[in-house]
C-alpha cells in the first residue's frame, strides 16, 4: 500500500513537472507574430544596459554631422526616447535613425532638482531654423515644457542633440513650464500637418495627451467613461491642443476674460474618448488631401504585461465624421435638488475671476471599431509611437532590466512599419 502511495505522489508531481514545462515552452516559444513581419528593425534601444526603462519615443529632423562636428549635405530624423531610471533623474536618450547612438541628457525641474518622473510621453514641435519650438513631457497628472536656455541653440531639439554628446554633468536640460494635465498624463504626440520637415507653421499642428486606464491598477475618473454610438466602453480621454509660437507652454491658452491671467493654461480643443490599455499614439496625414483637411490615420499602441501587443489602425475621417457628441450630453451629474443635470468639463485648479471653478462644453468624438481599419498583432510592451512621413516607430520597454526575464521575447530595436489597408 506504502508503495503504491508513493507511486501515486511520483506520478502527480512528474504530471505537474510536465504540465509546467510545457507551459514555459509554449509561453516563451509557442507564439508567433505574423503581422510583425510587415515591420523593419531599426537602430538598438539605448540605455538597456544602464537600467533605464524606456517610455516614450519623438523624432526631430536635421543634418548629419561628421565626426568634426561639421553638418553634411543628409538629413535624418534624430529619435529621442525618454525613460525613466532604477536610480538617479530621467533621461532622454538620442539615436540617430540612420547613424545610431548620440548620447543622453538628464532631466532637472524648474526649480533646479533632479526630475525623477515616469516620463510616460515625450513629443517636440522644433524645426531646424525655428527658434520657438518646444519639447514636452508627459508624466502622471503634469505636461512638463521645456524651451531653449539660450540663444546659443537653435531650438530646444538641438539644444537636446548638442547636450547628448557632453560629458561631466554638463549633459542636463531644465524644464522651463508645465501645467496639468487633466488626465493621469501618460503619453503624447506632435502632429505635424506639412509634409516638409524643413518648414513650420501652427495652423494645423496638434499636440495631443493621452491617459492609460486598466481596472484596477489604473483608473481613471468616472466622467472620462463614456458610451460610445457603437457601444463601446471607453474610459479613457485623450485631449487635443493647438499650437502657439508665443506661449510657454507652446500651446494656445484660454482666454476668457472671465479667467484671471495666472489661470490661464493651454486650452483643450477636442476630447477623443478611447479604449484602455493606451501606451502611444501616431496620427498621419492623408498623403492624397491637404493639410486642413480632417482625412488621415491614427494608430494606437495597446499593451499590458506579457501578452501581445496591439496597434490599432483607425480612419481618422471617420472618427471625425459624425461620430461625436458634447462633453455635456455625455456626463450627467446632480444639482442641489438631486435633478439629473449635464455637467461640464471642469479644467483643473482654474478659477473665474470671481473665484469660481471653471467649465467648458468641448466636442468628444468616439474612437472605437466603427472607424477601425485594422489590428497588429505584435510583442508584448509596446510603448510610445512617433511618425514621420507614413511611417511609425514603435518603442518597447520588454529588454529592460524591469521584464526582460519574464517576456516571451525582448526587443532591443526600434521597429519602423507603414500601416496597410
Not at 26 to 35: E, K, N, R, V
Not at 48 to 58: F, K, M, S, T
Request: proline share 2%.
Amino acid at each position: 500500500m506504502k508503495h503504491k502511495k508513493l507511486f501515486i505522489a511520483l506520478i502527480a508531481i512528474f504530471s505537474v513537472i510536465v504540465c509546467l514545462g510545457t507551459f514555459v515552452m509554449i509561453w516563451f516559444w509557442g507564439d508567433s507574430y505574423g503581422d510583425f513581419e510587415d515591420f523593419t528593425e531599426g537602430v538598438e534601444i539605448p540605455g538597456l544596459d544602464e537600467n533605464a526603462v524606456p517610455q516614450g519615443i519623438a523624432n526631430y529632423n536635421t543634418d548629419i554631422y561628421d565626426a568634426e562636428g561639421k553638418a553634411t549635405s543628409e538629413r535624418q530624423d534624430y529619435l529621442f526616447i525618454s525613460a525613466y531610471m532604477k536610480e538617479g533623474p530621467s533621461r532622454i536618450y538620442v539615436t540617430g535613425a540612420r547613424t545610431g547612438f548620440i548620447g543622453y541628457v538628464t532631466i532637472k525641474n524648474e526649480d533646479g532638482s533632479d526630475y525623477s518622473g515616469h516620463c510616460g510621453g515625450i513629443a517636440t514641435s522644433c524645426v531646424k531654423g525655428y527658434t520657438t519650438g518646444t519639447l514636452w513631457i508627459t508624466s502622471d497628472d503634469t505636461v512638463f515644457c521645456a524651451k531653449r536656455s539660450s540663444d546659443n541653440y537653435g531650438n530646444i531639439a538641438e539644444e537636446v542633440i548638442a547636450k547628448a554628446k557632453l560629458v561631466n554633468g554638463e549633459n542636463v536640460i531644465n524644464f522651463t513650464a508645465s501645467f496639468k494635465a487633466n488626465c493621469n498624463a501618460s503619453f503624447c504626440f506632435y502632429y505635424d500637418s506639412d509634409s516638409d520637415p524643413t518648414t513650420f507653421s501652427t495652423s494645423n499642428d496638434k499636440f495631443y495627451v493621452g491617459e492609460f486606464y486598466r481596472k484596477g491598477s489604473h483608473e481613471t475618473v468616472s466622467t472620462h467613461h463614456v458610451t460610445t454610438k457603437n457601444g463601446a466602453e471607453n474610459k479613457a480621454f485623450l485631449y487635443e491642443y493647438s499650437l502657439s509660437t508665443v506661449s510657454e507652454y507652446g500651446l494656445s491658452k484660454l482666454s476668457s476674460e472671465n479667467i484671471a491671467e495666472k489661470y490661464q493654461v493651454p486650452k483643450i480643443q477636442y476630447i477623443y474618448s478611447i479604449p484602455a490599455k493606451i501606451q502611444g499614439m501616431a496620427r498621419l496625414r492623408d498623403k492624397s488631401a491637404n493639410s486642413s483637411s480632417s482625412a488621415g490615420k491614427l494608430v494606437l499602441s495597446e499593451s499590458w504585461g506579457l501578452p501581445n501587443s496591439t496597434l490599432h489602425f483607425y480612419d481618422w475621417g471617420k472618427i471625425r465624421s459624425n461620430n461625436s457628441a458634447s462633453y455635456g450630453s455625455l456626463v450627467k451629474t446632480t444639482d442641489k435638488d438631486g435633478n439629473e443635470v449635464s455637467a461640464g468639463f471642469e479644467y483643473e485648479g482654474v478659477q473665474t475671476t470671481l473665484g469660481n471653478r471653471y467649465f467648458e462644453n468641448p466636442t468628444v468624438y468616439f474612437v472605437d471599431d466603427s472607424s477601425l481599419v485594422r489590428e497588429y498583432s505584435i510583442p508584448s510592451m509596446s510603448e510610445g509611437l512617433c511618425a514621420t512621413g507614413d511611417r511609425v516607430y514603435v518603442l518597447f520597454e520588454s529588454a529592460s532590466f524591469k521584464y526582460k526575464n519574464f517576456v516571451r521575447q525582448q526587443i532591443r530595436n526600434i521597429y519602423s512599419f507603414i500601416p496597410r489597408q
